[in-house]
């Protein structure tokens, strides 16, 4: 049995029925990462011994978690116990937290066995994750090509079938954009469906912890895991979590389904162009009420999103100063420690998005800038949540081109636009699933983005099954397993 091949459900149950030791599933992956990462470059930090003993424990459990035996991947912007947490930042390189973020007290309380840290855009700003500090990650489908970002590592983890699942985060679409360049599912749920406590901050009215797995229904079992109020997070929603597995394949109402019109195509490449009228053609024979909507506000999206998150990453950012933690620069005064230190700890793209968000929030600015975008923002929620009252989901690219070339997006405005259709969702708080919907002529994965109302996970996954049914999207187990067998051989 190849235990890197596995589903995290099937996994789950031969370890909670005693067929498989946890050890031995732990033990496969280990090696597989020796083997493969080198080449992906999905981990920043792993602990083979730590996920080892984890496993050991599970195995010596009588009564078992939901997750026993799961091999999770982490964000590197999500802290961990004892484990480096370093946001893809030379600022934070050598930070070590003294506790764990909710979601990882969650996953452990259910048996999941935490991996590693994966790579990403330094502070979770980018959709590459070639801003990393460090090095960047190679999408597994093509080591020429990125695998989004700025959840690229987590991504690239999931797809080389490094981890089973992995967590990211989505402040713009950094969960849903990944996962649609590595040809895997991936969620950013409801704002204050899963606790943000101990996610290092980008943009803390936007930002979401969401899983990303290789199949709907090991997304819907691990939301299960970490979902539910938090009274550490002021943001957390108190609201029952329902058990998004078991609900999947209960029969429901028929959907009402929404594509976006014409007008609110932009910038799409022919080959999403086209999958997206293949995926209408596949829906319409599923459901017997589709309409096409336009959305009027949907251009004002980005922008919007452009001048909100900025704004909050300056704010959030003010902290790493060199005086509490984190990397600081000698310098014989308070001021020039302070510039020495965010001049040498930030890379590029952070120090853009500060300066952009530090002028909009400036006096004399502020209204123009600031205030003009929070407003478009009500805008933007009104009509989305006006549209899902009339339809249960709407259905959009996750992105409007396939993974690119590393260093081809030179321009930051067109890296921006990668964004373009996952901004929304963030700007309104609505859940929003990104899952595998067809190949590209030269085999690279494409994604769909389902979109659906405020707390309604569950009916979101639901589709979202129905639909992965019937695309019956294949993977190619990446070229990497056979890459890491020949690595092994010799």
């Known amino acids: 049995m190849k235990y890197i091949e596995l589903g995290l459900t099937e996994a789950v149950d031969l370890v909670r029925k005693g067929q498989v030791k946890a050890e031995e599933i732990v033990a496969s992956f280990i090696s597989h990462i020796e083997a493969v990462d080198r080449e992906v470059g999905a981990y920043l930090t792993t602990v083979p011994e730590q996920a080892l003993s984890q496993a050991r424990e599970v195995d010596g459990?009588?009564?078992?978690?939901?997750?026993?035996?799961?091999?999770?991947?982490?964000?590197?912007?999500?802290?961990?116990?004892?484990?480096?947490?370093?946001?893809?930042?030379?600022?934070?390189?050598?930070?070590?937290?003294?506790?764990?973020?909710?979601?990882?007290?969650?996953?452990?309380?259910?048996?999941?066995?935490?991996?590693?840290?994966?790579?990403?855009?330094?502070?979770?700003?980018?959709?590459?994750?070639?801003?990393?500090?460090?090095?960047?990650?190679?999408?597994?489908?093509?080591?020429?090509?990125?695998?989004g970002g700025s959840s690229g590592g987590s991504a690239a983890a999931v797809a080389a079938l490094e981890a089973m699942a992995a967590l990211g985060s989505d402040t713009g679409g950094s969960v849903r954009q990944p996962a649609a360049f590595c040809g895997i599912v991936g969620l950013k749920p409801t704002y204050g469906r899963v606790s943000r406590y101990g996610l290092i901050a980008f943009a803390s009215s936007l930002d979401q912890i969401g899983p990303m797995t290789r199949s709907v229904k090991d997304c819907a079992l691990v939301t299960s895991a970490i979902a539910g109020f938090d009274p550490r997070d002021s943001t957390s929603a108190e609201l029952p979590v329902p058990d998004y597995l078991s609900e999947l394949e209960s029969p429901g109402r028929p959907a009402r389904i929404a594509f976006l019109g014409e007008s609110s195509l932009q910038g799409l490449s022919p080959e999403v162009a086209e999958n997206y009228r293949q995926v209408q053609q596949i829906v319409s024979n599923l459901c017997s009420e589709i309409t096409f909507l336009d959305f009027p506000s949907w251009e004002m999206a980005l922008p919007c999103y452009y001048i909100i998150a900025p704004s909050e990453a300056s704010s959030n950012l003010a902290r790493y100063d060199g005086v509490r933690y984190g990397f600081r620069a000698p310098a014989a005064e308070l001021a020039e420690m302070y510039q020495k230190t965010r001049t040498a700890g930030f890379g590029s793209e952070v120090k853009r998005r500060i300066l952009l968000g530090t002028f909009a929030l400036s006096s004399g600015y502020y209204e123009a800038y600031y205030a003009r975008a929070a407003r478009a923002r009500q805008a933007i929620t009104a009509e989305l949540k006006a549209a899902?009252?009339?339809?249960?989901?709407?259905?959009?690219?996750?992105?409007?081109?396939?993974?690119?070339?590393?260093?081809?997006?030179?321009?930051?405005?067109?890296?921006?636009?990668?964004?373009?259709?996952?901004?929304?969702?963030?700007?309104?708080?609505?859940?929003?699933?990104?899952?595998?919907?067809?190949?590209?002529?030269?085999?690279?994965?494409?994604?769909?983005?389902?979109?659906?109302?405020?707390?309604?996970?569950?009916?979101?996954?639901?589709f979202a099954f129905l639909l992965e049914n019937s695309l019956k999207f294949k993977n190619n187990m990446y070229g990497i397993k056979a890459r890491g067998r020949r690595k092994n051989e010799n």
């Open 61 to 147: 459990k009588k009564h078992k978690g939901r997750l026993a035996g799961a091999v999770v991947a982490i964000k590197d912007n999500i802290v961990t116990r004892g484990i480096r947490t370093t946001c893809g930042s030379r600022i934070l390189e050598n930070f070590i937290p003294p506790y764990d973020a909710t979601v990882i007290e969650r996953l452990k309380a259910e048996d999941a066995i935490i991996i590693g840290k994966t790579n990403l855009d330094e502070f979770a700003m980018g959709s590459s994750t070639e801003n990393s500090a460090f090095f960047p990650t190679r999408n597994p489908w093509d080591l020429d090509r990125v695998p």
């Open 388 to 462: 899902l009252e009339k339809v249960d989901f709407i259905l959009t690219p996750a992105t409007p081109e396939p993974a690119f070339r590393l260093g081809e997006k030179q321009d930051p405005i067109a890296m921006y636009l990668q964004d373009y259709f996952t901004v929304a969702a963030s700007l309104a708080g609505i859940p929003g699933i990104s899952i595998p919907c067809g190949l590209t002529a030269a085999g690279l994965p494409l994604g769909l983005q389902i979109l659906s109302r405020p707390f309604s996970e569950s009916e979101l996954f639901k």
